[in-house]
Structures are given as structure tokens and as C-alpha cells.
């Protein structure tokens, strides 16, 4: 069975309370037969993650069609997250977090 690349990049600067910010960064198998990138902001406090389902940052960046193996997955991961753009994500959150405290504090 393939292993699903995963990297966990820290965002200090979108640290809360409720823990440390990581922008994790995934290739996935779905169960429909597609592999899956995807970047989310998740955050991590005494070994325990937590996330607000349909509130925090995640971002779909490629879905295709092939058969998962190690080499596929690997390619797809390495292909779709460039340095250029774990910078442009990590611009991305920031810019997200910010609009979402903005929205909070005019309410």
C-alpha cells in the first residue's frame, strides 16, 4: 500500500490560543479513485489537532485519475507543491485569517 505524502509547515504569525498554526499540505487517494492535493491550516496544542469544519482555511490544487501508487502519489505531491507555491498558500491563509478577523470584529 502507497503512502500518502504529507508535509506540516508552521505559520507562527496565525498562532491562537487554541494552538499552534500549520498549513499541512496532502496527497491523498479518495475513495473515488482520485488522487487528491489539498492544503489546510489546522491547529496543534498538546499533541491534539483541531480545525472549524467549513471555517478554516483548505484549498483543493489538483485532482486527477490514475492508479495510486507510491511513484504517482509522490510525483503529484513533489509536482504540485513547489516552493513558489507553499509561499502563494501560505500568503493565501494569511490573507484568509485576516478577512475572518476583520468579518468577526464588525459583527
Known sequence: MAQEPKQIIPIPALNIE???AQLTLTTEKYFNGQ???AAHIY???NGMITFELAGDFRKVLLRTRERATQKALDTQHANTFTPEVIEALKAEALAFYAEKRKSKQSA
Open 18 to 20: 487554541e494552538g499552534a
Open 35 to 37: 488522487i487528491v492535493s
Open 43 to 45: 491547529f496543534a496544542k
